[in-house]
Structure formats: C-alpha cells, structure tokens
C-alpha cells in the first residue's frame, strides 16, 4: 500500500463496494427525504431577489444527492439561471454524475463544469487562478472525512459563499454507530484513506473556534447488519469490507479483533429487533450561514 497513492476517492472495485452500501443502507435515501424537508426555505431565503444562482458540489459522487437538490432549486426559482460547479475526485462517479444529469429533465438548463480533482486540489486551482467564483449554495455530503485539515476546508469553502449563502455539510452524527466503531478502532481501522475519523463533533467544534454561525439537523437512519455475523454470507462480508474499508474483512484482522468490532458493533453501534441487528447510521445536516 505504501507505494500505491493515497485513496481519498472511489475507484475500480471501490466504486462497486460504495454502490452496494448505497444500496443496502438506504442512506442517500434518508438524506434526500431529509433535503426535501430542510432546503425549500433555505433555499428561498438564499435566491430571494438573485437574478442567477450558482451552486458548488464538493465530492459529489455519483449525483444521486446532487440532482435532487439542483432540480428543487430550479422548482423554486424556475425562471433563473442555475450554474453548478461539481468537485469529485472519481473519474468513474462523475461520468454516472453525467448520465444521471442526462436522462433528468429539470435539469437540463443548468450549466454545469466539471472539476474532476480532490477538494484540496481545487483549493489550489482557486487560490492559483485569483479569479475567484463566489457561490449561493455549497454542499459536501460525506467528504470530510478524506480532507487533510477539517478546519482549513471548511474555512476556504465558506469564504466561497455569497451573501446570504448556505454551506451545507453532512457528516456522520457524534456518538452514532459509524462514530463508535472508527473511534473505537482507530489504531486498526484508520490506516489508509481516512487516517483520523471525524464526525459532527469536529465540524461543530471547527465552526465554533471560526465564530460561524450554524443549525444542526439529525438525519435518522438504520440498516440491518444481521448478515455480518453469518460466516458464510457474501452479503455480510461485503458489508464487512466496506464499514471497515477493507478489501477482505475476514483476512485484514486478527481473530481478537475481528471479535472486539462485531461485539461492538452488536453492542454498542446497533439496536437489536425481532433478532435482526439494525445498525446506528445516524448522519448530521449541518447548514452553516455566510
């Protein structure tokens, strides 16, 4: 590994690995429904009056999330122009970022550029070119945790927002299941593309030292991890892989520790109903005010 470029995006098999967590967690569902219910007054507070609204995704992914929120702001100002700036550092997730804006009809007038780069590189290119491009609306959904310096992005991005913009951050919540177990298992867990786990308590403690303003919203959320702890499920062990980012749960750790993290994650990570063990997943929405 230590030859191999840090990982801080999806690529190749990753891709697949993030795809079915997507799939089995219901989480970007619970975060649209969330969006849904927290963005149609922020979002017209934020275009009141504007003649043009730009909007700034940071680690964007395949822009599941993405085209939900662009295809609200164009609902609520249908009549003006929307520009989006997507930052993703996966080749492989922007080109479904593409085909998904594609076959979306609501979308079809926003102007969109694509920065295929990591966040900190686009930092860069902004300081680099001086040129800066402010913004009405800027979001990062679960990027945190691959940044070199939680404070330094988020100071950066902020200084980004126009008047009366948003700075939307979801990370997972303080204290929940995903929390738990990287805190837990730090020493074996983060060794690679996250080397030091944040949750909503780094944020809130970063945007506090900054004196910014912010509103936090819970995102509720449980998956079902019953088939982790069925040696035999492919399910369970792909599971596996992804919560502790490994390629092969099974042979990555010692017998004691794969123990002490399916005892935890049972115990102290999850909920256990009618017999299935129903996993913490609880995401914080933070909205910070320009």
Known sequence: MAAEAKQTCYEGSAVQSFQFYLEQSGEHEAIVQSVHSLLPAEFKRIGEGKSGLDVLGVGSGGGEVDVQMLSLLQSTFPAVPITADIVEGSAALTENFKALVAKTTSLQKVQFAWHIMHSEDYEKQVKAKGDVKKFDFIHMIQMLYYVDSVADTIKFYHNLLKNNGTLMIIIETAHGGWDTLWKTFKK????????????????????KSQGLKYDEHIIPNTFDITECYDPNSTTG???????????????????????GILDLLRNKCSTVKDGRVMFNSNTSCILVHA
Do not use: G, P, W
């Open 188 to 207: 074996e867990l983060c060794v690679d593309a996250i080397t030091e786990y944040r949750s909503s308590a780094e944020v809130i403690s970063c945007l």
């Open 237 to 259: 062990a792909r599971m596996l892989n992804f919560m502790t980012q490994t390629k092969n749960f099974h042979q990555s750790f010692s017998q004691e520790v794969r123990t």
